[in-house]
């Protein structure tokens, strides 16, 4: 135990020296390329005003999002009416849908604090 935290601790250490000697460099070069996407004067005005760009452009999406999912939804219950689904087809919408529940359950033990069986710890 006491071996893996001195190893733990060098690198660490390695990480330390390496981020504060290439840093920032690193900085300076991700904020050149992506110069264009910085808001000029960065003001807390600016940036409020920003969110509330994103925030209304996202809820005016809503109606075009609402379609798309119903002309998707009928597309699929054509499918299933002419049974013209491949057995491909179906086995990646089932590893989809096992997909959405595995990360639904990780979203429930993560709400409830990392606790698998529900109880506070």
């Known amino acids: ?22 840093g920032n460099t690193y900085y300076q070069q991700i904020l050149e390329q992506n ?4 808001a000029d004067p960065p003001t807390i005005g600016k940036c409020q005003e920003l969110s509330h ?4 452009t996202r809820l005016a999406s809503i109606p075009r999002r609402y379609d798309a999912f119903w002309k998707e939804l009928d597309y699929v219950k054509q499918l ?15 590893l ?7 990360w639904y359950c990780a979203g429930e033990i993560v709400g409830r604090g990392f606790a698998i069986t529900g109880y506070y710890v």
């Open 1 to 22: 135990m006491a071996s893996k935290l001195n190893m733990l601790r060098s690198k660490t250490a390695e990480a330390s020296k390496l981020l504060s000697k290439n």
């Open 35 to 38: 110069n264009k996407y910085i």
């Open 53 to 56: 760009q994103l925030f209304y």
């Open 80 to 94: 299933i009416k002419t049974k013209d689904i491949k057995t491909e087809d179906m086995g990646i919408a089932a």
């Open 96 to 102: 989809f849908g096992l997909e959405c529940f595995a």
